[in-house]
């Protein structure tokens, strides 16, 4: 699936844990590539200069974090991520720490793996996937598109007015619903591909199931730090992993050009540890 011209972002949504086991929750990959030819252009920097699409999505049940992380290194290999953002919570944590071994069990085989890890990481080997990033405060991508947010809840307020604005504005793109699709038009798709149709049709549904708590006149109401409320009616583990895939995305292409330089070849997507001079 890698092209020259084409980048992969990837949202995590782990449900709450009790401990490393019974992590449920969805991963959603993004497609983007340049409205026009690389070379007609300087630079892409504004979320307008890119088609974006949700291409995939799954969700997992009943997995280990072990089994989290090596169905994560196969999209990887599949794929070739630019960005993987995860929610820390529940099992997110634990999610980081498998990530970032050098073994991985992919498809039922325990093998070899390229670590994937944070920037940040001080523990990290030299050689790993440095693209790994966390929806919190502090991470490298959430303080390059808001810089010293008083708190998490103004953070998730920040989150969904984004993607609300992608959405309004049409800047996302979503297969059409899986039924209306003929069942000769998927009759040849993988399980796996038709799953994914399914779980991007499950999406759009739960981003209308996500609501903001209102007072009794209608306004909006707000907490201490005057951010928006946001609950939802049922499940919303695709719609938050579709939003933390948003959030890789707008965090990669306000880098501008020098996003360019990581994705340019499959080959960088292995790199070395930033310098910390």
């Known amino acids: ?21 019974a992590d449920d929750g969805a991963i959603v990959v993004l497609g983007a590539k340049p409205r026009r030819a690389l070379a007609e252009a300087v630079r892409f920097d504004r979320p307008e200069d890119m088609i974006v699409a949700a291409l995939f999505a799954r969700k997992i049940r009943n997995a280990s974090a072990c089994q989290w992380s090596g169905y994560l290194h196969l999209l990887h290999r599949r794929f070739g991520f ?17 990530l970032a071994s050098s073994r991985q069990l992919i ?8 670590p994937v890890v944070t920037p940040d990481d001080p523990t990290a080997p ?21 810089p010293n947010l008083p708190g998490d ?7 969904h007015g984004a993607l609300r604005e992608a959405l309004d504005d049409a800047q996302i793109a979503l297969p059409v619903d899986a039924h209306e699709w003929r069942r000769e038009q998927v009759m040849g798709w993988s399980e796996e591909r038709q799953f994914a149709l399914r779980n991007l049709s499950e999406l759009a549904d739960q981003l209308r199931n996500i609501t903001v708590a209102t007072q ?8 201490k730090r005057n951010a928006r409320q946001f609950s939802a ?15 890789a995305f ?18 960088a997507m292995i790199l070395t540890r930033p310098s910390r001079a």
């Open 216 to 223: 009794d006149d209608g306004t909006f109401a707000f907490t």
């Open 126 to 146: 030299v050689v790993a996937h440095y693209i790994l990033h966390l929806f919190k405060r502090g991470d490298q991508a959430i303080e390059s598109l808001w």
């Open 233 to 247: 009616r049922g499940r919303k583990d695709v719609a938050y992993a579709f939003m933390y895939a948003w959030i």
């Open 82 to 98: 630019v960005s993987i953002m995860n929610d820390p919570g529940g099992g997110g944590l634990w999610l980081r720490k498998e």
């Open 107 to 114: 498809e039922n085989v325990e093998q070899d793996a390229t």
């Open 153 to 159: 809840d103004v953070l998730l307020d920040a989150a």
């Open 250 to 267: 707008l965090a990669w292409i306000k880098r501008g050009e020098d996003a360019w330089e990581t994705s340019a070849e499959d080959t």
């Open 1 to 21: 699936m890698k092209h020259d011209d084409l980048s992969f972002f990837c949202g995590v949504d782990i449900a709450p844990a009790q401990s490393t086991r």
